[in-house]
């Protein structure tokens, strides 16, 4: 699962039935025949202000309209998740009284992800429930939501732990050389050593039950099934900022032999500053293009270790979870499983789009 | 005089793009003479490298577009279908590139990639006598323990060597016209001559004409009989060689001799190099190509594009108002 | 070549140690006493001492993590934790045939199927073909391999009740058969266990051929007459080729987390399916087998592929 994203297509060549292309670059056709560009001069262009390769970028990023479409797309999932179960609570929620235990729920409770009517099973979409019921009475569309939320939740966990240790560790590892490097090569073999979620199957299954009773007294986190979640988040991180720091500590050694940092290292500037002002900005783009990659990955994780039984516990809900639930009626019910799974395939594509778009947009030599 | 090798007549060979219409090649015309060598200067990207492609039609033809004739020894390479072109190729009309170090493939071995060729043209040959002919060739090509080194790949080759090995390969069958594309222009200085000088000698034993493309006036004064000057896709002067450096017509041949240094210059002597900027490609102005830069230009200039004619004595021809 | 192999040898022993080691001490950490589970509610300290013995857990630390070691090499995957006395090499036996069978089909898939529909992309790039092949391959690589088993079973089951036909959507038929019924139970998941290998050399070998087809040396081949089917099967191919072969441990990589998702969606009797229900039982040494077999499994791969590299790649000299 780690070095999936080595390999980017490039812009194809045109096709040809017999003569030579001469790798003819559209866009440029005078560089593709060895001739120099034409030089009619842009008269607009000499008139805008000079823009900083981050802004070109950013612009770059504007005008794609795959990758602005998939932030739209995240940005509803995210205010879905976060929002999503307060208004579907409030909105067309009368209470309802029990057939179960005679008791009467207001619709906080029985559209919450936990709360299970057993009377009312398998349902299909209603005005009462949304999306209709599981195989045991509980809200399909509120356990939807709280699967997105647990999504997003974990992958932003995940990476912000990606981020820092791949950052401090990748700029130690390409700046001084020397025995953090050695570390964290050996690191990484290790980590690649054991396959894909091999690690985080591994440490969950040991550990889960009693990751669940050390977590379950922290509170929101905690109740519910989900203390697991902060095992399963750390055993993630672990798995994926090997790699991370692989791709800084690369970026930070060719950023090291450039001529500005030998001019600050001779102007007397102390080794920290230099990373810190002139070493860290520059890894942006490498940074944001591999975290984007790296949160489909970790949301996949996630899904696929309480699709397996080792993250999220019931009554608590993930994407993973629910498919796995759903699964064992898809000859009956096939709804329940295919919620959850189109949900899921489409977090997944959209954050894979982003990513391209990113990469496109900030390292537009990666397209030849 | 016999009847000629290679005659290229209106040659166009246009590329479309994106962003417009590149004229490459814009209507070029000349012979060779079988035997001879045709020296063809310009600097990048005045289409010199794009007129050999056309030739043999090596040029991609959906971007790319071919017009004209292109007879050889009397048939017209235009209207050959794939199988016949292939034919031609590599057996009567061969070529060698630039770049000796990517121009080989690196999975055969160098004897393999010669003796390849053999094959294919000489039906009538067994794999053991394709071979052995890639030895000979070797030996030819002035490749020390050729029989041993037939057997290694061409990364355990230095780049002269190479060059070498892609002139065996363009020689083995025996061609009529050896097209050579910058041959030595990614070599260095010494390995350049010892390439030429081999070159010249094979061309010479076996009667190869050879249509030589450069950018160095150097390498075409010690080599070629006639020259060929382009600019912006045009033929703007043609010359047997010794007239192109006694007397040059064409205003952008005497830039192009007055911006290298020459061995009898006198000391002091400034080089002057030609001003403005390269051709535009895409959207020519009308008129000579050469007008911007042209410290001979007139207002008919811009106007009209000149057609080549006589100039000077003999042979040689310019395509310029200037004499008038 | 010798020393290459002992050198990378040495490498991968190395490796094995860590990731033994790792699974080892987790498994010495685990919580619970075992023991303890295993004898029940009434059981004397003698009967406990005894059992504790039998199992080695009396022994320090690294004697234990030498015997697993020790063990390891034997095959010895040590003794259950479930049930007194099991071992767990025979607990796991009758998955290994069935995993390993759904293994091999899926890489020999990834293979033969993969790389042609890249190398074909290449040849038709920017041609409609090249654009609807790009989004299928994206959506088979981009989407995980749960939710394409989820899709396939939903059409299958929906076929069967439009068409009457009674094609299975979970279980495996006999290990190495190939009957029709066998047939009908395997085709899909193997298919859908190697989607995702396949979609990544098809984006590889399409990357790659372009690559090489722009190369110089493929004009020199038609500059010297080759016809264009010998310019693209040999003088291009074989050189792209070259980095696919290095891939081959990445591809086993996908498949080992592919098998515990493919085991449990399609209800396969996997090693995979069997550690999963050994997690629910806290059947650690199980796990810890599956781990390191797995592990071991791939770091071969990766040996291989190494091995092959040299052999293909004729720049590549063997100190």
């Not at chain 2, 190099?273 to 001979?296: E, S, W």
């Not at chain 3, 959507?169 to 019924?181: A, M």
């Amino acid at each position: 699962m780690d070095t999936k994203d080595q390999f980017n297509p490039p812009e194809a060549i045109m096709p040809d039935t017999g003569a030579i292309p001469i790798s003819p670059d559209i866009t440029n056709p005078a560089q593709s025949l060895d001739l120099p560009a034409p030089l009619a001069i842009d008269e607009k262009k000499l008139q805008k202000p000079p823009v900083s390769p981050f802004r070109e970028s950013l612009q770059r990023l504007r005008r794609d309209k795959r990758a602005m479409i998939s932030i739209g797309i995240i940005a509803f999932f995210v205010v879905v998740a976060i929002f999503g179960p307060f208004i579907y609570q409030h909105v067309d929620a009368p209470p309802y009284t029990s057939h179960v235990d005679g008791n009467t729920y207001p619709a906080t409770v029985y559209r919450s992800y936990y709360h299970s009517e057993l009377d009312r099973q398998d349902e299909l979409p209603s005005n009462q429930y949304w999306l209709g019921t599981n195989e045991i009475g509980q809200d399909i569309l509120a356990r939807l939501m709280q699967g997105i939320l647990v999504s997003l939740a974990v992958a932003v966990v995940v990476e912000v732990m990606d981020i820092v240790l791949g950052i401090l560790i990748g700029v130690l590892a390409g700046y001084f050389g020397g025995w953090i490097d050695q570390l964290l090569a050996r690191f990484t073999d290790l980590m690649f050593a054991f396959p894909g979620l091999l690690f985080v199957i591994l440490l969950t299954g040991i550990f889960g039950t009693s990751a669940d009773s050390f977590f379950s007294h922290i509170p929101v986190i905690g109740p519910n099934g989900n203390a697991r979640l902060l095992l399963v988040s750390l055993a993630l991180a672990f798995t994926i900022w090997p790699l991370m720091a692989r791709y800084v500590r690369g970026q930070t050694l060719q950023l090291k032999e450039q001529q500005f940092i030998e001019a600050a290292r001779t102007s007397g500037t102390t080794s920290v500053r230099i990373i810190l002002r002139h070493i860290i900005p520059n890894l942006f783009s490498i940074v944001v293009v591999a975290a984007t990659l790296d949160i489909s990955n970790t949301i996949i994780g996630e899904a696929g270790i309480s699709l397996l039984g080792l993250g999220v516990q019931a009554p608590g809900s993930s994407l993973g979870l629910m498919i796995a639930d759903g699964s064992q009626f898809v000859n009956t019910h096939p709804w329940e499983v295919l919620v959850p799974s189109i949900t899921l395939a489409i977090i997944v594509l959209t954050f894979s789009f982003f990513g391209d778009g990113l990469r496109d947009a900030f390292d537009p030599r990666s397209k030849d | 005089m016999a009847e000629n090798l290679l005659e290229v007549s209106n040659l166009k060979t246009y590329f479309f793009t994106r962003a417009g219409v590149v004229k490459a090649v814009d209507d070029v015309s000349f012979t060779i003479q079988p035997g001879e060598t045709l020296g063809v200067v310009g600097e990048s990207g005045c289409g010199k490298s794009v007129t050999a492609l056309s030739v043999m039609r090596l040029v991609a033809t959906p971007p790319g577009k071919i017009t004209g004739d292109i007879l050889f020894n009397g048939d017209n390479i235009m209207d050959k279908n794939m199988d016949e072109l292939t034919e031609l190729r590599g057996s009567k009309i061969s070529m060698i590139f630039q770049d000796p170090m990517t121009s080989l493939n690196p999975v055969f071995t160098i004897g393999y990639q010669i003796a390849e060729t053999v094959k294919r043209h000489r039906k009538d040959m067994s794999k053991d006598q394709a071979w052995k002919r890639a030895v000979e060739m070797l030996d030819l090509v002035r490749i020390p323990d050729a029989k041993r080194r037939a057997r290694n790949y061409p990364h355990e080759f230095s780049g002269g060597m190479r060059q070498r090995v892609m002139i065996a390969i363009a020689l083995a069958c025996n061609p009529q016209l050896l097209i050579a594309d910058e041959p030595t222009t990614a070599l260095d200085v010494t390995i350049q001559a010892q390439v030429l000088e081999l070159m010249k000698g094979l061309s010479k034993e076996f009667g190869t004409a050879v249509m030589l493309i450069t950018h160095d006036l150097g390498v075409v004064a010690g080599t070629c009989e006639y020259v060929n000057v382009m600019y912006a896709g045009h033929i703007v002067e043609s010359a047997p060689v010794k007239q192109i450096f006694e007397t040059p017509a064409h205003p952008y041949t005497v830039g192009l001799l007055h911006s290298i240094p020459r061995l009898d210059d006198q000391r002091g002597i400034r080089l002057t190099p030609i001003g403005g900027q390269p051709p535009d490609l895409l959207n020519p102005p009308p008129g000579c190509p050469y007008a911007p830069r042209c410290p001979k230009v007139q207002a008919r200039c811009r106007q009209e594009r000149p057609e080549l004619k006589p100039v000077g004595r003999g042979e040689q021809v310019a395509a310029c108002f200037y004499p008038d | 070549m010798i020393q290459f192999l002992i050198k990378r040898f040495i490498g991968l022993i190395f490796v094995v140690i860590g990731v033994t080691f790792i699974t080892f001490i987790m498994g010495y950490f685990a919580p619970g006493d075992p023991i303890a589970f295993m004898l029940g509610q009434h059981f004397t300290t003698a009967q406990y001492d005894n059992l504790r013995h039998i199992y080695g857990l009396d022994l320090p630390w690294y004697q234990q993590y030498f015997n697993f070691l020790k063990n390891l090499v034997n095959l010895n995957f040590g003794l259950s934790y479930e049930i007194k006395g099991r071992a767990v090499i025979d607990i796991l036996r009758d998955g290994v045939p069935i995993s390993l069978e759904l293994g091999l089909w899926a890489l020999f898939l990834q293979v033969i199927i993969g790389v042609p529909v890249g190398i074909f992309s290449a040849l038709k790039a920017n041609t409609w073909i090249d654009t609807t092949n790009q989004g299928i391959v994206l959506f088979m690589y981009a989407i995980p391999s749960f939710v394409l088993a989820v899709f396939a079973q939903v059409i299958i089951i929906a076929l069967d009740q439009g068409t009457g036909i009674n094609w299975p959507v979970s279980q495996w038929g006999t290990p190495w058969q190939y009957s029709w019924s066998d047939i009908q139970f395997k085709l899909v998941p193997i298919l859908v266990y190697a989607a995702i290998g396949i979609a990544y050399f098809a984006r590889l070998s399409r990357t790659t051929m372009l690559e090489v087809l722009r190369q110089d040396y493929v004009r020199t081949a038609r500059a010297k007459g080759m016809r264009e089917r010998v310019v693209i099967y040999r003088h291009a191919l074989r050189n792209a080729m070259i980095p696919l072969v290095t891939v081959i441990g990445v591809s086993v990589g996908f498949l080992v987390t592919g098998a515990f998702f493919i085991e449990q969606i399609f209800n396969i009797p996997g090693i995979a399916d069997i550690t999963i229900a050994s997690i629910s039982s806290r059947d650690y040494p199980v796990i810890q087998a599956t781990t390191v077999m797995l592990a071991i499994a791939v770091v071969l791969a990766n040996l291989v592929s190494d091995i092959l590299y040299t052999i293909v790649d004729p720049r590549i000299k063997l100190a």
